[in-house]
């Protein structure tokens, strides 16, 4: 891994922050997850402009200004040109910006081709519109689906509404329409990438019932694109397998990315 802490690369297992600092008492910082697609980071603006309205939200601003951000992101990533493709995090506090770099492990091309499994989890996210550190929430709901053999959670609020998945955001298809919601969410950097790639997505939110009998699910999120979910709560979705809506949107997407269609 390659870190740099205020544009200064730093051995990993040297790098540290000071442990009376807000952001590692409290979790007082906001964060972003990038990644490279042929070795050119995807929407890094965008993803940087929510890093930033993200601090905003929670009250406090940076010291380090969204371009000097900018940069050092782009600098940190000319030490990483070993990796043909790379994850990049973003951290910001008041007093700091860290980004650290991995090498990207994509996902098995079975989860593409078959689908992944997903189960409900009861909560949903405070300040939905924050990416913030601290959420160990979130973490919880994600550890929850692995110890259920599943991929991610669906978070379901107290109306029994569906709003996202621990770390993704989710769609459905019904009646060849493509559907998801705008309410109490974080608006995901791939999933604003679907929704203008479809031009026609609805808002109109469903609830939890309703979402196993749809046609069609997928989630979205930065490392993965689009994954279908062909299993909710051991229900099948559909026919239980990826369904041609959902084909059609990763394909699009897939050539936006990388050129060409790869699944």
């Given at each position: 891994?390659?870190?740099?802490?205020?544009?200064?690369?730093?051995?990993?297992k040297k790098a540290c922050v000071s442990v009376t600092s807000e952001s590692y008492l409290f979790g007082?910082?906001?964060?972003?997850?990038?990644?490279?697609?042929?070795?050119?980071?995807?929407?890094?603006?965008?993803?940087l402009a929510r890093l930033y309205v993200s601090a905003d939200i929670i009250g406090f601003k940076p010291?380090?200004?969204?371009?000097?951000?900018?940069?050092?992101?782009?600098?940190?990533?000319?030490?990483?040109?070993?990796?043909?493709?790379?994850?990049?995090?973003?951290?910001?506090?008041?007093?700091?910006?860290?980004?650290?770099?991995?090498?990207l492990k994509e996902k098995p091309k079975k989860m593409y081709t078959e689908g992944v499994k997903c189960?409900?989890?009861?909560?949903?996210?405070?300040?939905?519109?924050?990416?913030?550190?601290?959420?160990?929430?979130?973490?919880?709901?994600?550890?929850?689906?692995?110890?259920?053999?599943?991929?991610?959670?669906?978070?379901?609020?107290?109306?029994?509404?569906?709003?996202?998945?621990?770390?993704?955001?989710?769609?459905?298809?019904?009646?060849?329409?493509?559907?998801?919601?705008?309410?109490?969410?974080?608006?995901?950097?791939?999933?604003?990438?679907?929704?203008?790639?479809?031009?026609?997505?609805?808002?109109?939110?469903?609830?939890?019932?309703?979402?196993?009998?749809?046609?069609?699910?997928?989630?979205?999120?930065?490392?993965?694109?689009?994954?279908?979910?062909?299993?909710?709560?051991?229900?099948?979705?559909?026919?239980?397998?990826?369904?041609?809506?959902?084909?059609?949107?990763?394909?699009?997407?897939?050539?936006?990315?990388?050129?060409?269609?790869?699944?």
């Open positions: 891994m390659v870190i740099s802490i205020n544009g200064k690369i730093v051995d990993e007082y910082a906001v964060f972003e997850t990038i990644r490279t697609f042929n070795k050119k980071v995807f929407r890094l603006d965008d993803h010291k380090t200004d969204f371009k000097k951000t900018y940069e050092i992101v782009v600098k940190t990533l000319e030490h990483c040109t070993q990796w043909k493709e790379a994850k990049i995090r973003v951290i910001l506090s008041p007093e700091d910006v860290i980004v650290m770099v991995d090498k189960v409900s989890f009861h909560g949903k996210r405070n300040l939905p519109h924050a990416k913030r550190l601290a959420d160990a929430f979130l973490y919880v709901a994600k550890k929850y689906a692995e110890s259920c053999g599943a991929y991610e959670s669906i978070l379901v609020d107290e109306k029994t509404y569906v709003r996202e998945c621990s770390y993704a955001n989710i769609f459905w298809v019904n009646g060849g329409e493509l559907y998801s919601t705008n309410k109490e969410i974080l608006f995901g950097i791939t999933r604003e990438t679907i929704v203008e790639l479809d031009g026609n997505c609805n808002f109109e939110g469903i609830k939890f019932k309703s979402l196993l009998n749809a046609d069609e699910v997928f989630i979205t999120q930065t490392t993965s694109g689009i994954l279908p979910v062909t299993q909710i709560n051991g229900q099948k979705i559909g026919d239980g397998k990826p369904g041609p809506y959902t084909k059609k949107l990763m394909k699009k997407f897939e050539k936006l990315v990388w050129g060409k269609a790869k699944y």
